[in-house]
C-alpha cells in the first residue's frame, strides 16, 4: 500500500505540475503613443513671488536622464497673472542666461539645484532684485494665461486665510537633547470638506553658523483633511 501511494503521489504532483505550467502565458502589453501635453507647475503663496514651470509630457519608455528633462522646457510663452484686474506679465529666464553673480541668489530663492540650466516664467529679475515684484495676498483671487503654440491655457486660484495655531511646543524624543517633534493644535470648523497643509523652516543656525532652512519646506504628511478630525 505505501508503494502504490508514493506512486499515487509522484503522479498528482506531476500532473499538479504540468496543470500549472499549462496555464502560463506570454502576455505583451503595447502602450500606445500619445501627442506630447503641456504641462503646467505653478505656485503662487502668501508673501511670495509667482513661480511657472512649463514643460511638455514624454513617453512612458522614453529617456528620463537629466538632458531629456532640460529638452522638455517650453520656451517663448507668453505668460500672465491678473489680480484686481491688474495683468502682470511674467517673463522666461534660464539661469544660465543670469550673471554668474545672481545665480546663487536665484537657485536658493526658488529651491533650483546648482549646476541645471532650469527654465521658469516669474516675475523680471530687476523686479525681483529690487524686492519690488508681485507677492501673493492672502484673501486674493489670480488667474493664470498662458498662451504657447496656438492655444491659450487658464486656471484660477485664492490664497485662503490663514488658520492660526491654538498652540505650538517642542518635546524630546529619548535620551537624545538634539532630536525631537515640533507639536501644534489647530481648531477645525465643525463643518467638513476642509482640508490643511503646513509648512515648516528651522530658525536656528547650524554647528558653522549656516542658516538650516532658507524658506519654509513641506514635511512629509503636511497635507491632511478633516476625513478623521469631524
Known sequence: M???FKILSCILYLAYCI?????????????PDAEPVLVVEGRIESDTLPYITLTKSSGYFEPTD??????????????????????YSLPEFCIEDLPPEFRPQITESFGIPAGINYCIYTVPITDF???????????????LTIETEGKTYTSTTKIP????????????DGADTLFGFAWAH?????????????FAKRINLGSYGQIKDNYFVPPFGSAFDDQFIN
Open 2 to 4: 505505501s508503494i502504490i
Open 19 to 31: 496543470f500549472f505550467s499549462s496555464c502560463e502565458k506570454e502576455v505583451q502589453i503595447s502602450v
Open 66 to 87: 537629466i538632458n531629456s528633462f532640460l529638452n522638455s522646457f517650453v520656451h517663448n510663452a507668453k505668460v500672465t497673472v491678473t489680480v484686481d484686474n491688474v495683468i
Open 129 to 143: 532684485i529690487s524686492g519690488n515684484y508681485l507677492k501673493g495676498k492672502i484673501g486674493k483671487t489670480y488667474k
Open 161 to 172: 486665510e490663514l488658520v492660526p495655531l491654538d498652540s505650538v511646543w517642542f518635546r524630546l
Open 186 to 198: 489647530l481648531t477645525d470648523p465643525d463643518t467638513t470638506g476642509n482640508a490643511y497643509r503646513w
